[in-house]
């Protein structure tokens, strides 16, 4: 089966940095992405993790570890526009399907 | 350059009718996907088009739903006759193999089925 796992809401304070964490079980992997979405919104690619290790782009940096099937996207000096859902989502073969995760919903407080 | 745009943006049926969502990918990409989210679960795959042809459809949940991809370029897909349970956000993405593993998502089209 296919299935990731991350934790449903998360709330932090603007300036502040925030780590969503996913755990994957999956068949087959090729690796992890992360995509954010506003309410009404697309869902907006983030970043891509197909090694282990951290990948960083500005703000958000995510991670990697497949031993551990388990990963992790990091948000720093959080911003209010920053609150949205964000999902995990696993690459099962090489077509670039993927599977997600049910998502977290950021809060980000003043 | 536009991004992924789906059509209509909401729609609300009765039971037992007819619905057909269409999607324009991003021009060039041969990729083409459709998802599904429905109450707040997680988005589900439905399935893959690679030009016109379905690569993997593995995701639709029975034989109402049917999508085509005629000519490799815009897609529908259609629901009939329309369930209670269809009711959800179905988002079509598109990408390009040259790009690696970027998905571009369109904003959806909100499915109410009453």
């Known amino acids: 089966g296919q299935s990731l796992e991350q934790p449903s809401e998360v709330t932090a304070v603007e300036g502040a940095i925030v780590q969503i964490n996913c755990t994957y079980q999956t068949s087959g992997f090729y690796g992890l992405s992360w995509y954010q979405q506003h309410d009404g919104g697309a869902p907006t690619f983030l970043s891509y993790?197909?090694?282990?290790g951290l990948e960083e782009t500005g703000r958000f940096s995510s991670f990697l570890s497949r031993s551990d099937s388990y990963g992790y996207l990091l948000l720093q000096e959080l911003q209010m526009k920053d609150s949205a859902s964000y999902f995990c989502a696993s690459q099962p073969d090489s077509s670039y399907k993927l599977i997600f995760g049910s998502g977290t919903r950021l809060l980000v407080r003043p | 350059e536009a991004g992924v745009t789906q059509f209509p943006s909401h729609s609300v049926i009765e039971k037992g009718q007819t619905v057909t969502l269409r999607c324009d990918p991003i021009s060039g990409h041969d990729n083409l996907y459709w998802y599904r989210r429905v109450m707040g679960k997680e988005i589900k795959f439905l399935l893959h088009f690679v030009k016109e042809s379905k690569q993997d459809e593995s995701g639709m949940p029975n034989n109402r739903f049917l999508a085509e991809r005629t000519g490799g370029t815009y897609s529908t897909l259609k629901v009939q006759p329309a369930e209670l349970e269809d009711s959800g956000v179905y988002f079509c993405?598109?990408?390009?193999?040259?790009?690696?593993?970027?998905?571009?998502f369109g904003e959806g089209s909100w499915l109410t089925v009453v």
């Open positions: 993405a598109s990408s390009q193999a040259a790009s690696g593993n970027t998905i571009y």
């Open positions: 993790n197909a090694l282990d």
